[in-house]
């Protein structure tokens, strides 16, 4: 069965420091993969996708996510945190064959600190 | 930019009433969707529509139905709503199989 796995529910880091937001898929197909930003009372918002390209994919605000096919992660990266990352971030996981297979992870919040 | 509206940003309803929920999509998108955000629940798909007057149920369709009568407007009716209805409610397009989906930005229920 098609899964996506957030390994962290609460992430909290400084301004200025790495973010590191974990992500595990399992599939029996090639997926697609997305990252989504969203902040309080909001939509969420696309900040980059994998669709069978480039293995790092670079997307908005500085965020990046590098697809490891044998380690069935899609880590999303970012260099220095800013006061405005901290929501809450989703990665999705997309298959052929219509709305059922679109797989929401559950969520994680990031909290960013002065 | 593609863009998702949701007509209301905040409703408040008494229990029994029908809601609908209005949702409007400017990129001629042949998919749309409604889910429901819970804390601890994540994002619940209730109802995807793949073209005009075509709908499938999604996880939870209970309690709920749906409309598309033209392509870019995807309503959802709460025939009588309940408490455990309220809820935040997103409602998505995309263009394709692969491709991403696209959010409005939600529409906080409340029924009392």
């Known amino acids: 069965a098609q899964s996506v796995t957030q390994l962290d529910s609460h992430v909290s880091v400084s301004e200025g420091t790495p973010v590191l937001l974990r992500c595990n898929y399992s599939s029996s197909y090639s997926p697609s993969l997305f990252w989504y930003v969203q902040h309080p009372n909001k939509g969420l918002q696309l900040l980059l996708k994998?669709?069978?390209?480039?293995?790092l994919v670079k997307g908005i605000n500085g965020f990046e996510a590098e697809f490891k096919k044998s380690e069935t992660s899609f880590h999303l990266t970012k260099p220095s945190a800013h006061m405005s990352d901290a929501a809450e971030y989703f990665c999705?996981?997309?298959?052929?064959?219509?709305?059922?297979?679109?797989?929401f992870g559950a969520g994680t919040r990031l909290a960013v600190h002065p | 930019d593609v863009k998702v509206t949701q007509s209301s940003r905040y409703l408040v309803k008494r229990t029994g009433e029908k809601v609908f929920l209005e949702c409007v999509q400017d990129m001629d998108h042949e998919n749309m969707f409604w889910y429901r955000q819970d804390p601890g629940l994540g994002l619940r798909l209730i109802y995807f529509?793949?073209?005009?007057?075509?709908?499938e149920k999604g996880d939870i369709p209970e309690g709920y139905s749906v409309s598309r009568e033209k392509k870019e407007r995807f309503s959802l009716i709460l025939e009588s709503a309940s408490t455990n209805q309220t809820s935040m409610y997103l409602c998505?397009?995309?263009?394709?199989?692969?491709?991403?989906?696209?959010f409005g930005n939600g529409t906080r229920l409340t029924v009392t």
């Open positions: 999705v996981v997309s298959h052929s064959g219509g709305y059922n297979k679109l797989i």
């Open positions: 994998y669709t069978s390209a480039a293995t």
């Open positions: 998505a397009s995309r263009d394709r199989d692969y491709s991403p989906l696209h």
């Open positions: 529509s793949y073209d005009v007057k075509m709908k």
